[in-house]
């Protein structure tokens, strides 16, 4: 079965710029999330996707970020304009309705802000 | 709000001793727990999980212990292999409805020495 894929896995662009980042959950899997996980520090959840519908965003910085599963399967998440805190791994995730809790996890974007 | 810490962000153990994680938890609790393993470059790793109405679970060299009363969570790993250094995440589900939401630690950074 293969994994979670994420695409790129780095990317460095000057503050003020915009990225996106692409994400292809497992096979199957109708839940999504995407992560921002700091240097030093434990992911945090941005948003949570079923199927294409947001079950939560509540930490998602709205003015800068957005995020898209228009047919519920792949998603993209963009930040316009980034800013250098915005410095971090991006992280996706999937699971399963059938699977529980737990959530797969692919490699990750590194992304810098200079 | 929900937080989840360590008590330890390093640990160094020799090869073929058992290590234990430490984690403490805030709040009300969470009906979830899980272990995760991260190694360099990768996505998180699920190790092992537990829900909130169990004391232990034991899977293959590893072990988890919650003890509600106090609000903490333990990963035993025995036999530690040069294999199982990484960083180490709990988290916690406290979503409620928000179902998958996890909420993670900063993590502890497991060394093994051969």
């Known amino acids: 079965e293969a994994g979670v894929a994420q695409s790129p896995r780095y990317k460095i662009i000057e503050k003020r710029q915009s990225v996106a980042f692409w994400c292809n959950p497992i096979?199957?899997?109708?839940?999504l999330y995407w992560y921002q996980q700091i240097l030093g520090q434990g992911p945090k959840l941005l948003i949570q996707f079923q199927n294409n519908g947001v079950v939560d965003d509540s930490q998602l910085p709205k003015d800068r970020f957005s995020a898209e599963r228009l047919k519920g399967v792949d998603s993209t998440l963009k930040i316009q304009p980034a800013k250098l805190e915005d410095s971090a791994v991006y992280l996706c995730?999937?699971?399963?309705?059938?699977?529980?809790?737990?959530?797969?996890f692919g490699p990750g974007t590194r992304l810098t802000v200079t | 709000g929900e937080s989840v810490g360590l008590h330890l962000p390093t640990l160094s153990v020799q090869e073929g001793d058992n290590s234990i994680i430490n984690c403490a938890y805030s709040n009300s609790a969470s009906d979830y727990f899980i272990w995760y393993k991260q190694e360099s470059g990768k996505g998180p790793q699920f190790i092992i999980d537990?829900?909130?109405?169990?004391d232990k679970r034991q899977g293959q060299r590893v072990t988890v212990l919650l003890n509600k009363t106090v609000k903490h969570l333990s990963l035993q790993i025995a036999a530690t292999q040069p294999g199982d250094s990484a960083v180490y995440f709990c988290a916690g589900d406290w979503g409620g409805t928000s179902y998958g939401k996890l909420t993670f630690g900063q993590g502890t950074i497991l060394t093994v020495h051969p």
């Open positions: 537990i829900r909130s109405n169990m």
């Open positions: 995730a999937s699971s399963s309705l059938a699977g529980g809790n737990e959530q797969y």
């Open positions: 096979s199957g899997h109708a839940t």
